[in-house]
């Protein structure tokens, strides 16, 4: 028997429920299959190293950097870099000031 045929002889509401749930259970049919592969896991916990902590040097502050941007990129936490350098809460910092990562405290010079 065909749908028009069906529908014919079913009543409208009733043909469209049919409809409805042919489509949905075909859908859920397909989103039920797994890949015959399976899933692949990742652990990315240990994928990337430690960075080492930088201990000497300087740094001059750029144009979009943050504290928190310089801090990762060297290995250091921000609140530890922060206090290194003097620069106090809520730890703003501005192109051309210098962050420095070895054992010597700094003096801030001028007040932003």
């Known amino acids: 028997?065909?749908?028009?045929?069906?529908?014919?002889?079913?009543?409208?509401?009733?043909?469209?429920?049919?409809?409805?749930?042919?489509?949905?259970?075909?859908?859920?049919?397909?989103?039920?299959?797994?890949?015959?592969?399976?899933?692949?896991?990742?652990?990315?916990?240990?994928?990337?190293?430690?960075?080492?902590?930088v201990t000497t040097g300087q740094y001059v502050v750029r144009k979009g950097d943050t504290l928190f941007s310089i801090a990762f990129r060297y290995g250091w936490d921000y609140k530890a870099l922060a206090a290194r350098n003097n620069i106090p809460v809520p730890y703003t910092i501005h192109p051309g000031q210098t962050i420095r990562f070895d054992g010597a405290r700094v003096q801030r010079l001028r007040q932003w």
Do not use: W
């Open 1 to 53: 028997m065909s749908l028009t045929g069906l529908a014919q002889r079913m009543s409208k509401t009733s043909f469209q429920r049919l409809v409805l749930g042919l489509v949905f259970s075909s859908v859920l049919a397909g989103c039920s299959s797994s890949p015959s592969s399976g899933a692949r896991v990742v652990d990315r916990n240990n994928a990337a190293p430690q960075r080492p902590t």
